[in-house]
């Protein structure tokens, strides 16, 4: 990681105030096309914060990256900027320097000018000019550099030389957009790291967009995740991982996916609540602070959220919450194995749009991202609009329909275990790690523990 001792000012170049916090308050962006990219965010990032906005492409977290840089403007609501509303400042009076995923470098000038360049813009000095750019360069690993075009450089060192651009102005906020995307997974895990410290050491508030949920969860000090315009929750990585606000902050999250079963609830009063998984059930004991949210869904279908993590292979008669079957593969991935095991229940796949079979086309959403594991999961009918407006449907299969389909329960063993294709096996499950969700995706429990 580098170690930045590059001097750092509350005020920029021209020796004014710096901006340190951004607010969003019921901000929507509409394209002219109409095309609802943004939903009404509502939204803050404190002094010194790393937030990172996470979702797939085409959420509308870059476009809500612009918003606050001024390259859009937005349909509705207010962007805030220390305290000031910032609707109207044009970009160049917001004091914010912005890292694209291109890097954006001008080919036909050096590495040492296109640093410079802010500098040169706000009528700096060329000796005090000089000695900032050296300072910064040094601090990123690329002060021997200086002296060639980017097309010589490699995409680490482009990068490099897009941050030190972004750096040398010593602005009150950082906008990245991706900055990470074109490069190998190597070189943006030590990025990423490096990036991370750099803006901490600084102490600047950094807005960042990725749609990596691994470079969210390491590098963050708070995560907004978004489906579709709308904003999903927002946390620190232990509580949007740990404690997710919807069902598709749940499937999001996590690698392995979280396992996403279908239940059925019948409450035993003053005893335990069983939740019944297809041909197999478990049991909430009546202690359990969770199981009066449960309970009001007697006789009805939730979803149970069960992570990797809180499943563990035990022997066959091993008492207690245990769940039976069949490994119908195994993945090997050096450091573990991934078995996906048969237990007789009904899986809720949420695809990363959060569409369903029976959407209609939707053209101005643009192109839709299909994959083969990941297919969409038809609703009920619409009953009720949710909180942006919007319809608001189950997630839970219609029995009539034919998109119901089998759980592939994941589980995690030892790197390559002595079991196969078609071995029984038995997970012991941790019942105070279970997550719990209403049929239209919302968190139902009252604690997370």
């Not at 078995?339 to 959407?359: K, P, S, Y």
């Amino acid at each position: 990681m580098i170690l930045v001792t590059v001097f750092w000012s509350s005020v920029n170049e021209l020796g004014e105030e710096t901006v340190t916090t951004v607010a969003l308050k019921d901000v929507s962006k509409i394209f002219k096309d109409g095309t609802l990219a943004v939903d009404s965010i509502n939204l803050d990032v404190n002094d010194g914060e790393f937030m990172v906005l996470l979702g797939p492409s085409g959420c509308g977290k870059s476009t809500v990256l612009r918003m606050i840089a001024g390259l859009e403007d937005p349909t509705q609501g207010a962007v805030l900027l220390d305290g000031e509303l910032a609707n109207d400042l044009p970009p160049r009076d917001r004091k914010i320097a912005m890292v694209f995923q291109d890097f954006a470098l001008y080919p036909h000038m050096t590495v040492g000018d296109n640093i410079a360049f802010p500098l040169r813009l706000a009528g700096m000095e060329p000796t005090p000019r000089g000695e900032r750019v050296t300072d910064v360069a040094s601090a990123l690993g690329i002060g021997d550099v200086l002296a060639r075009k980017p097309g010589q450089l490699s995409g680490g060192q482009r990068q490099r030389v897009a941050m030190g651009r972004a750096i040398v102005r010593r602005p009150g906020l950082f906008l990245m957009d991706e900055p990470l995307s074109n490069l190998d997974s190597g070189l943006r895990a030590e990025l990423r790291a490096e990036i991370s410290g750099l803006t901490r050491e600084l102490g600047v508030t950094t807005v960042y967009v990725t749609h990596d949920q691994a470079e969210a969860l390491t590098m963050a000090d708070r995560v907004a995740i978004m489906r579709r315009g709308v904003l999903q929750d927002v946390g620190t990585p232990t509580q949007v991982y740990g404690r997710p606000a919807t069902l598709y902050v749940a499937a999001f999250l996590g690698s392995p996916r979280m396992n996403l079963l279908e239940a059925s609830v019948y409450v035993h009063l003053d005893r335990y609540v069983t939740l019944n998984l297809g041909e197999q059930s478990l049991y909430l004991p009546w202690d359990d602070i969770r199981s009066r949210a449960v309970a009001h869904y007697h006789g009805e279908r939730i979803v149970v959220g069960m992570r990797a993590e809180a499943l563990t292979p035990v022997s066959p008669d091993s008492p207690g919450d245990v769940l039976r079957g069949r490994i119908r593969y195994l993945e090997h991935h050096g450091h573990e194995s991934l078995a996906f095991l048969d237990i007789g229940a009904t899986a809720i796949v949420v695809d990363e749009m959060g569409a369903r079979l029976d959407d209609p086309p939707v053209g101005q959403r643009g192109l839709r991202r299909f994959s083969s594991v990941m297919q969409r999961l038809a609703g009920k009918t619409p009953e009720a609009d949710d909180a942006a407006g919007g319809t608001r449907t189950s997630v839970l299969p219609d029995p009539g329909r034919h998109h119901r389909r089998p759980a592939e329960l994941a589980v995690r063993l030892a790197p390559y275990p002595a079991v196969a294709a078609g071995h029984p096996l038995a997970v012991a499950v941790r019942m105070d790690a279970l997550h719990f969700f209403d049929e239209r995706g919302g968190r139902i429990d009252v604690g997370w523990r």
